[in-house]
């Protein structure tokens, strides 16, 4: 093959590869970073919802705190609009699967699919890309790290899970479980989609005030990493 052709074969290929994400793309979940500086990045699944998303904007938006929502691509599809605000508040956005399956029962092919189909539909609506997946219920087979790999996004799990989700925990319950685990470089997991979003609220409005007296700073799961790099 002459010379000109092997470097436009290369060119092509190297344009072809997806660049997002932090290029780590191991396969390995990142739960939290190790860091000195009180960082803390808080997380929202399985939104967006007509309610409680909104209202969690506004408590983010009156603190300004930015925050990473990890989204449904069919509640995307549902509440296009709500997706929109998220982005243009300047919230980061992660990707969570179209339908909340349990991936234990699905192939790999399955799993892109969630993932691309959710992909689409978050560029289709906000124009923006999304380069972190976080798989439902954080589980993580052989044929989800393989097509999380091939889709070239990172796993981005969580670090503090005050199971916000559940309908026994009320925000005082919330807002303590996040206090005794919280520490610099944690990725908090909440839900903004749900059943017991009303405690969530609440509690986000505590913690923010109560973590930001204690010197605490909130940054996206994009700026927690950089910062990790950077370190
Ligand atoms: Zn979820």
């Not at 925990?169 to 005794?180: E, F, L, N, Q």
Request: glycine share 8%; net charge neutral; hydrophobic share 40%.
């Amino acid at each position: 093959m002459p010379r000109w052709l092997v470097s436009c074969s290369l060119a092509v290929v190297l344009l072809l590869v997806p660049n997002f994400g932090s290029g780590k793309t191991t396969g390995e979940p990142v739960h939290r970073i190790d860091t000195q500086k009180k960082i803390v990045a808080l997380t929202f699944d399985d939104g967006p919802d007509p309610v409680y998303t909104p209202l969690i904007l506004e408590t983010l938006h009156k603190h300004r705190v930015p925050a990473t929502f990890f989204v449904l691509g069919s509640q995307v599809d549902k509440y296009p609009s709500i997706l929109k605000w998220i982005v243009k508040a300047g919230h980061e956005i992660g990707n969570h699967g179209y339908h909340h399956l349990d991936l234990n029962k699905l192939t790999e092919q399955q799993v892109f699919d969630e993932i691309k189909q959710t992909e689409r539909a978050v560029l289709q609506t906000a124009g923006v890309f999304t380069q972190f997946y976080r798989p439902p219920g954080g589980v993580i087979t052989h044929d989800v790290r393989n097509a999380v790999q091939s889709s070239g996004y990172d796993i981005i799990h969580w670090s503090v899970d005050p199971r916000d989700w559940s309908l026994k925990r009320t925000a005082a319950v919330i807002v303590d479980s996040v206090k005794r685990h919280v520490t610099p470089g944690d990725i908090v997991l909440f839900h903004d989609g749900g059943l017991n979003q009303k405690e969530t609220l609440a509690a986000l409005k505590q913690l923010i005030t109560d973590l930001k007296s204690q010197g605490y700073r909130f940054v996206t799961v994009s700026q927690l990493l950089s910062e990790q790099a950077g370190s």
